[in-house]
């Protein structure tokens, strides 16, 4: 399109600790452009957002605008030279209004030195017409939506006069119509000469919208051009780089007997009619977008969400309290999605986090037997091979073997089936195969997994059978072999209900029920 | 898309905003309690009785302004009956070792002395990042201490006193206390500066969201620092001012007056979680609780359940405020679940 880049990554390097994780990334954004960057998580592309953001300073490399070099140290520098980041989770000031929010420490003034609140709901107000949404200025912020408050956030870029905006995963929690309205939004500011940096996971977004593509893989650019050199299927095969199989060792298993089986789940305004059945070495991967209601669904099978109404059972046993000390009893074990607040405490050794689950059994005369805590420790620490030493404190080991400690707390239970929530969220490729290789055993030996997972990749390489949930409900259940990226992102974006239909009407041969 | 051009009902009018409003409630409470209490014992409106209640609320509200600064931060600072007990010493061993020293030199003294105390939780929490809830708890009775080893059993009297500087807490124009005129003119300045400066908005910003606000540029142990030198200043002013209202002060002037300061506070719609709040709301809160306390006294009740009924009414602030939050989510996830 245009000549000059607004904005050019040079030859970027950047580790944190030994974990090198851009290696040599050159990244140009031109006017009026929307160059969209793809890679799996954990490709580097957060970290490349950071550098132009001012929240991390490259190692090596140059950032240039215009031709200059430039140096952010913070992001009110990045602001000022109109590079404006719009994150996932917007961060913004729930209890003031629109406006504050996005005129805060830099509020126009009136000639005796106070804030000039009608002017800044002026200059917000024709923002908002511009990009022709309906708020008003004075609005609190609290209570809007995700994809409001994104606005409030492109308003306050816009204030910037920025140049360049990037857009980190921006879609990721909208509804259809809320990406539409977004999408109408950046078309508009490409228009006006802004050059867009995009990044998203989703394909079909990404081809709607951009000019140019980039994809990541492992610290390195491996793949970037002008949209009409890329395929879906090429974006593909540059993301991954390996086949799927070679990465996700999921072992095949004939399914056994029924497991867990949930009927009619329901709490009022999170989720309804969630029915499913999970066997015995089977992986069951529950899809979905940011806030379909995935991981509440697994919190209210395990009991540490309440369920307004509907049944689980494992093995044949109902649970009728729903409370977390049934679950755990009748061999549910749960990895929650955020290690470090829910599962695991990190200022103890990784050999004390992996007992707690089972501590009457590490018991001697009613006092922790140190030795005890070691031997059952050892069962699981060694089956998956967890690097660092089992007795210094988790909060210095990677999010890799951090993991693997959850896990092991939860197999020291011996439990008949698990979920685990997010399993490779923040971990490097290394230790997320073997977090893949450990879960393929364990459904190999026998036990059923319900897998969430917002890693697409993951989900199809891993899952035996997808289930995909759409704000609140579940909109498909795919085979194996029908699962792949466009199928799930289809169901999740809630485009239609006609395949789980389909599905039920076939009427599985090996159901039990 | 086009449905969304078209232009939203304006909201509601400022009338009806106000109606709505913490400060809208408390004046209707405040008035209730009046009016109830008049009935029963029409004395509760003679000009005596309102006098001593404005007196009574003025120091009480004063304190009031630097805690909300603090906790709209979402900070707190316990330290500041310490403060005032030793600023109020202070006053008096100022006209005791200088007779004719004139009553300003004394108030600036006291206000400065609360400034330095006031930096010592500053320097702790901004800097050396230590809770304010453990800080000022620490300095609470640090200075406590440190004030019972300088009196030493010694106490100030009215007599030692100038008259002059008596009469702040005696003296009346257009039938409202000097002491309560100071109060006012402070609560002016605080209003303006929390609403119409950039640096107010920031306390709101960090007590909001503090990760923000550090997206935002703000400075924030700086900000934070200065709360804390405003809530110590403000105490050292209190402390000249209590002198000057009871004439005498031993060491255990002030002692556990921070706890209804927070009450009030909180009362007064100052959430403990930050962000929101004003400082109107939380004076109206302390004169809330006063004719609360008046009311008890002239419908003679026992003086124990005072505190019980204070403690009540906190209670009760923060299950209000718990209560529209819960409200707010709800509603939230109902727009959610249409989309």
Redesign the interface.
Known sequence: MSSEPTIELVDIYKSFGSTRVLEGVTLPLFPGEVHSLMGENGAGKSTLVKIMAGLHLADKGAVRMGGREVLFRSTAQAQHAGVSVIYQEPTLFRDLSIAENVFMHRQPKTRYGWIDYAEMNRAVSGHLRQLGVSLRPEDPVLGLSIADQQIVEIIKALTFEAKVLIMDEPTAALSLEEVKRLFEVTQRLRDRGVAIMFVSHRLEEVFAISQRITVMRDGQVVGSGPIAEWTTEEVIRKMVGRSLDALYPKEKVDPGEVILRVRNLRRAGVFKNISFEVRRGEIVGLAGLVGAGRSEVARAIFGIDPLDSGEVSVNGTHLRNHTAQDAMAAGIGFVPEDRQQQGLVMEMTATRNATLTVLPQVQRFGFVSREKERQIAAQWTERMRLKGHIDEPVNILSGGNQQKVVLAKWLATKPKMLIVDEPTRGVDVGAKSEVHRTLSQLAKNGMAIVMISSDLPEVIGMADRVLVMHEGKLTAELSRPEATEEAIMFAATGQTTSRIQSKESKNNPKSSS | ?TK?????PN?PGQLKVFMRSREASLVLLIAILTAITTVLNPRFLSPQSLKDLMLNVSIIALLVLGQTIIILMRQIDLSISSIVGITAFLSGTLFIGHPGVPSVVVVLAATLAGLILGGVNAALIAWGKIPALITTLGTLYIFRGANYAWVHGRQINAVNVPGSFLAIGTATFMGVPILTWIVLILLVVVA?GL????AG??Y??I???P????????NVSWRIATGFLISGAIAGLAGALWLARFGTVDATAAEGIELGVITSTVVGGV?ITG??GTVVGAVLGALLLSVFSSTLVFLRVPSFWQQAFQGAMLLLAIAVDAYLAFR?AL???????H?
Request: glycine share 12%; proline share 0%; no cysteine.
């Open positions: 898309m969304e051009f078209e232009s939203r909201g303006i609403r119409q400066y950039g908005r920031e709101y910003a007590g909001s969201n990760n923000a606000a550090v997206l935002a540029g703000i959430a962000g929101v707010h509603r939230s996830r109902v727009k959610w679940s989309v």
